[in-house]
């Protein structure tokens, strides 16, 4: 069944450096959606990508999906402590109609 | 709108008790969605409905989980007995179709003790 990788893990960085995470897919995608997740909190939707090559930006967020539709990544500009959380791809299964989630990258943030 | 409502937010209970998880979809939504997140294995989809009728339940862990969704406003999720390792957080999530996004509820933290 298709399968959706995140790496890394986990990112510990300092305030004000970047970071990035990388989803990839088993099968090419119709698109891909972003989440957010704080510490305790449930996941909460930030984007969603649909054209090959597309670059969406919110702030200092990047989001970027793959010429072949399979893999896509986000970019944070100059970390802030609100940016603490893990972060989730999900792509929609066309033989199906649920979205399969990669395992998350979970960003700590040191003041 | 409210979002996704879920209740109770919390549930301490014993082993061998039945556990009964409830959710409201954002009105309009024809997607339902029932997750379990755990350090362990992360964020599991255990079964969805489309228009009220469950389409893949493949992620339920075994007989004692059980889904029902009577109506478009309400679900429910029942572990029948409950054991230590159910011990989780269960989402529910809303979508206005498949290929659309999803808004979770604030989850149900389950403790079986």
């Known amino acids: 069944g298709q399968q959706v990788m995140q790496i890394p893990q986990y990112q510990h960085v300092q305030e004000g450096e970047d970071f990035t995470t990388y989803c990839n897919s088993s099968t090419t995608l119709s698109n891909i959606q972003w989440y957010k997740q704080r510490p305790g909190g449930h996941p909460v939707f930030l984007i969603q990508l649909v054209k090959s090559g597309e670059v969406k930006k919110q702030k200092r967020l990047t989001f970027q999906f793959g010429e072949a539709k399979k893999n896509s990544s986000l970019h944070i500009t100059a970390t802030q402590t609100t940016d603490v959380g893990t972060y989730f791809c999900?792509?929609?299964?066309?033989?199906?109609?649920?979205?399969?989630f990669g395992d998350g990258t979970t960003l700590t943030v040191k003041p | 709108d409210a979002g996704v409502i879920q209740s109770p937010r919390h549930e301490v209970t014993e082993m061998g008790q039945e556990v009964t998880l409830r959710c409201k979809p954002i009105s309009g939504h024809d997607y339902l969605f029932w997750y379990r997140q755990t350090m362990m294995r992360g964020l599991e989809l255990l079964i969805y409905?489309?228009?009220?009728?469950?389409?893949?339940d493949s992620g339920m862990p075994e007989d004692r989980f059980s889904a029902k969704m009577p109506n478009a406003s309400f679900s429910t999720l029942k572990i029948q007995p409950s054991e230590p390792r159910d011990s989780a957080v269960y989402f529910c999530?809303?979508?206005?179709?498949?290929?659309?996004?999803?808004?979770f509820g604030p989850g149900t933290r389950l403790t079986v003790t």
């Open positions: 999900a792509g929609p299964n066309t033989n199906a109609g649920k979205s399969t």
């Open positions: 409905f489309n228009n009220n009728v469950p389409i893949d």
């Open positions: 999530a809303s979508s206005r179709g498949s290929y659309y996004e999803q808004y």
